[in-house]
């Protein structure tokens, strides 16, 4: 075991963790010249489009008779559950900081993931080669904003491999080698699965204790199911190295042939099916949805190919959650839960890529808090869930700690969007001469509306933000209900702040008005509060001259065919049905507050 290095990457979006894994990968001459591509452990083609990781990636190394196990991990705040599953099975961290950004929101975050489980952390300078690097200011922010010692931090260029080969030896000389009792009854950790169209479900693994070898017959512990085991393997950057045991302190793939996906959860246990362990390894915590969403395929026969795909997608990022919903507006489909605004356009287009589906996803919403007059408290993550108005005595809605690195000259331009979210500030800091990091709590339901967006544009895309979520407040909240041709869309349904309700709903069916096309009779859109109308746009019917036959002659023969018009546009309005176009469930996204 003193030979191996269990170690994550880990840093903000863009600092540059996928390009050192890639350095790391050709000085250790894991693969040659001819298979080496850009952001080479981003297996999706939407990781390599976007330029972001989205899930973890491990890969075994050897560099000077050491053994390197890497796990590259997603910098985004919606993927920091990945960052955590990494860190539990790692004994080290390269907290990884852009020489000309300097410490960003999710390089606090992630470096105090890091510091909770225990980890030793190693600072690396990237992007030196840059004009505009200044690492000596770097190392400061870090020292006096996280409190980690960069005596021994490596200033690197992961770009043009400038200190890679000084990193590795740093690697090897200061990150610990694992520990555990080599004879012990085996313990080992699932930190990621995922599911192969011809192997089935395939666990990712980190001993802790004892060894697992091929044909052994093991113990899923919380499921409590038996298998054996089929194969194992090393992994590696382009493919799996066949081995017949992994020992304490070592990482593995684990074939065990199931095809039930649910048989294998992240965070269980495998130990020995003869002498099982008494304890699991406990140091794992499940991902939480905090956003949810409904998700209903184009056609209704396509209800199942979807529920198979959200199982083997759950089988690959466990922080997904969903159950069956149905809707008057779009049928049957699942509420499915997300981390984040992000997650949740990944997993659909995922859906839509890797499983052939043609899908609608609703406007995103939270879980409150409802307390009844009936002395109830239900958990509603879905606006028409909500009880009617008489028996709601209160609703509460969860709030997060949200931080926000800004330069000082767009102080202004944070506070005024905050205070616009209905954020109470809890603490403001210098951090030098020219960043501020403001500490506030903020409504979850706001910051996933288009809260990043405008952090984004009015910062000129400087500001970084990070949250973590703290607790249920009270709050004056009501159900913003969207009326198409006098029928309730359920699925465009909001809850809302009451104060917030009216300019919501204007800007809502002025949307709408955009969107929907119109139809041989006016179509109302109104958006109402229980039975109270507060906004209403229509879209005018599409015209017709049905007088142009009419040549000449008495008035009343014009007259009698436009009261004929009039009556049959009548019977249509009672009777006609509206079409909307997904885009209309996708412009609750992109109101104005």
Same mark, same amino acid.
Request: hydrophobic share 40%; glycine share 8%.
């Given at each position: 075991?003193?030979?191996?290095?269990?170690?994550?990457?880990?840093?903000?979006?863009?600092?540059?963790?996928?390009?050192l894994?890639?350095r790391?990968?050709?000085?250790?001459?894991?693969?040659?010249?001819?298979q080496?591509k850009?952001?080479?452990?981003?297996?999706m083609?939407?990781e390599?489009?976007?330029g972001?990781t989205?899930?973890a #990636?491990?890969v075994?190394?050897?560099?000077k008779?050491? =053994?390197? $196990?890497l796990?590259?991990?997603?910098?985004h705040v919606?993927?920091?559950?990945e960052?955590s599953?990494?860190?539990?099975s790692s004994?080290?961290?390269?907290?990884?900081?852009?020489?000309? #950004?300097?410490?960003? &929101?999710?390089? =606090?975050?992630?470096c105090?993931m890091a !510091?909770? $489980?225990?980890?030793e952390?190693?600072?690396?300078?990237?992007k030196?080669?840059?004009?505009?690097?200044?690492?000596n200011?770097?190392k400061?922010?870090?020292e006096?904003?996280?409190?980690v010692?960069c005596s021994?931090a490596?200033?690197?260029?992961?770009?043009?491999g =400038?200190?890679?080969s000084?990193?590795l030896?740093?690697i090897?000389?200061? =990150?610990?080698?694992?520990?555990?009792?080599?004879k012990?009854?085996?313990? &080992?950790l699932i930190?990621?699965?995922?599911? *192969? $169209?011809?192997?089935?479900a395939l666990?990712?693994?980190?001993v802790?204790?004892?060894s697992?070898?091929?044909?052994?017959?093991?113990?899923? /512990?919380?499921?409590?199911k038996?298998?054996?085991?089929?194969?194992?393997?090393?992994?590696?950057?382009?493919?799996?190295?066949?081995t017949?045991?992994i020992?304490?302190?070592?990482i593995?793939?684990?074939v065990?042939?199931?095809?039930?996906?649910? *048989?294998?959860r992240?965070?269980?246990?495998?130990?020995?099916s003869?002498?099982?362990?008494?304890?699991?390894?406990a140091?794992?915590?499940?991902?939480?949805?905090y956003? %949810?969403?409904?998700?209903?395929?184009f056609e209704?026969?396509?209800?199942e190919?979807l529920r198979?795909?959200l199982?083997?997608l759950? /089988? $690959?990022?466990?922080?997904?959650? %969903?159950?069956?919903?149905?809707?008057v507006?779009?049928?049957?489909? @699942?509420?499915?839960? @997300?981390l984040g605004?992000?997650?949740?356009?990944?997993v659909?287009?995922r859906?839509e890529?890797?499983f052939g589906?043609?899908?609608?996803?609703t406007?995103p919403?939270?879980?409150?808090e409802?307390?009844?007059t009936?002395?109830?408290?239900?958990?509603?993550?879905?606006?028409?869930?909500?009880?009617?108005v008489?028996?709601i005595?209160?609703?509460r809605?969860p709030?997060?700690?949200?931080a !926000?690195i800004?330069?000082s000259? %767009?102080?202004?331009?944070?506070i005024?969007?905050?205070n616009?979210k209905?954020a109470?500030?809890?603490?403001?800091?210098y951090?030098?001469? *020219?960043?501020v990091?403001?500490?506030?709590a903020?409504?979850?339901?706001?910051?996933?509306?288009? @809260?990043?967006?405008?952090m984004?544009?009015?910062?000129?895309?400087?500001?970084s933000?990070?949250?973590e979520?703290?607790?249920?407040?009270?709050?004056?909240?009501?159900?913003?209900? !969207?009326r198409?041709a006098?029928?309730?869309?359920?699925?465009?349904s909001?809850?809302?702040d009451?104060?917030?309700a009216?300019?919501?709903?204007?800007?809502?069916?002025?949307?709408?008005k955009?969107?929907i096309?119109?139809?041989?009779?006016?179509v109302? !859109?109104?958006?109402?509060i229980?039975?109270k109308?507060?906004?209403r746009?229509t879209v005018?019917?599409?015209g017709k001259?049905?007088?142009a036959k009419?040549y000449?002659? *008495?008035i009343?023969?014009?007259?009698?065919l436009?009261?004929? #018009?009039?009556?049959?546009?009548k019977?249509m309005?009672?009777?006609?049905?509206v079409?909307?176009p #997904?885009?209309? @469930?996708?412009?609750?996204?992109?109101?104005?507050?």
């Amino acid at each position: 075991m003193k030979n191996i290095r269990n170690f994550s990457i880990i840093a903000h979006i863009d600092h540059g963790k996928s390009t050192l894994a890639d350095r790391i990968i050709e000085e250790t001459r894991a693969v040659s010249g001819r298979q080496m591509k850009a952001q080479l452990l981003d297996g999706m083609d939407i990781e390599r489009e976007r330029g972001i990781t989205i899930k973890a #990636q491990s890969v075994r190394l050897t560099y000077k008779d050491h =053994i390197l $196990n890497l796990i590259d991990t997603p910098g985004h705040v919606d993927f920091s559950h990945e960052v955590s599953k990494s860190l539990i099975s790692s004994e080290g961290a390269l907290l990884v900081v852009d020489a000309t #950004q300097g410490v960003q &929101a999710q390089t =606090i975050a992630n470096c105090y993931m890091a !510091i909770e $489980n225990g980890v030793e952390i190693l600072p690396v300078i990237n992007k030196i080669d840059l004009p505009s690097s200044d690492p000596n200011r770097v190392k400061k922010e870090i020292e006096s904003v996280i409190g980690v010692d960069c005596s021994n931090a490596k200033l690197v260029s992961a770009k043009s491999g =400038i200190g890679i080969s000084e990193l590795l030896d740093a690697i090897v000389e200061f =990150i610990p080698p694992p520990t555990g009792n080599t004879k012990a009854t085996p313990r &080992a950790l699932i930190y990621d699965s995922w599911f *192969d $169209n011809y192997l089935g479900a395939l666990a990712l693994v980190r001993v802790f204790d004892g060894s697992l070898k091929k044909g052994q017959k093991i113990l899923v /512990m919380a499921s409590g199911k038996r298998h054996e085991i089929n194969a194992i393997y090393y992994p590696h950057p382009i493919t799996h190295i066949d081995t017949d045991e992994i020992k304490t302190g070592e990482i593995g793939i684990v074939v065990l042939g199931i095809k039930t996906v649910s *048989d294998v959860r992240v965070g269980d246990t495998i130990t020995d099916s003869a002498r099982p362990a008494k304890e699991p390894v406990a140091r794992y915590h499940e991902a939480k949805s905090y956003v %949810f969403a409904g998700i209903y395929p184009f056609e209704t026969e396509q209800f199942e190919p979807l529920r198979d795909a959200l199982e083997k997608l759950k /089988m $690959n990022d466990s922080s997904i959650s %969903f159950t069956p919903e149905t809707s008057v507006a779009l049928g049957f489909g @699942f509420r499915v839960g @997300f981390l984040g605004l992000l997650h949740m356009e990944v997993v659909k287009e995922r859906l839509e890529r890797e499983f052939g589906l043609e899908l609608i996803a609703t406007a995103p919403s939270v879980t409150y808090e409802v307390d009844t007059t009936r002395g109830e408290t239900l958990l509603i993550s879905n606006p028409t869930a909500l009880p009617d108005v008489g028996l709601i005595a209160e609703i509460r809605e969860p709030f997060v700690r949200g931080a !926000i690195i800004t330069p000082s000259e %767009f102080v202004g331009n944070m506070i005024s969007l905050l205070n616009n979210k209905r954020a109470a500030q809890e603490k403001m800091e210098y951090i030098g001469s *020219d960043r501020v990091i403001l500490i506030y709590a903020i409504p979850l339901n706001e910051v996933i509306s288009d @809260f990043y967006d405008k952090m984004k544009s009015l910062s000129k895309g400087y500001a970084s933000f990070d949250y973590e979520p703290i607790e249920y407040r009270a709050g004056n909240l009501v159900k913003l209900d !969207i009326r198409v041709a006098g029928d309730i869309v359920d699925a465009l349904s909001l809850i809302v702040d009451r104060a917030k309700a009216e300019s919501r709903g204007r800007e809502l069916v002025g949307k709408m008005k955009e969107l929907i096309d119109r139809q041989l009779f006016e179509v109302a !859109i109104q958006a109402s509060i229980g039975g109270k109308v507060i906004a209403r746009e229509t879209v005018k019917s599409v015209g017709k001259n049905v007088t142009a036959k009419c040549y000449g002659g *008495d008035i009343t023969r014009k007259r009698k065919l436009l009261e004929k #018009q009039k009556e049959g546009k009548k019977r249509m309005k009672a009777i006609g049905k509206v079409s909307i176009p #997904q885009e209309a @469930f996708l412009a609750v996204l992109k109101i104005e507050n």
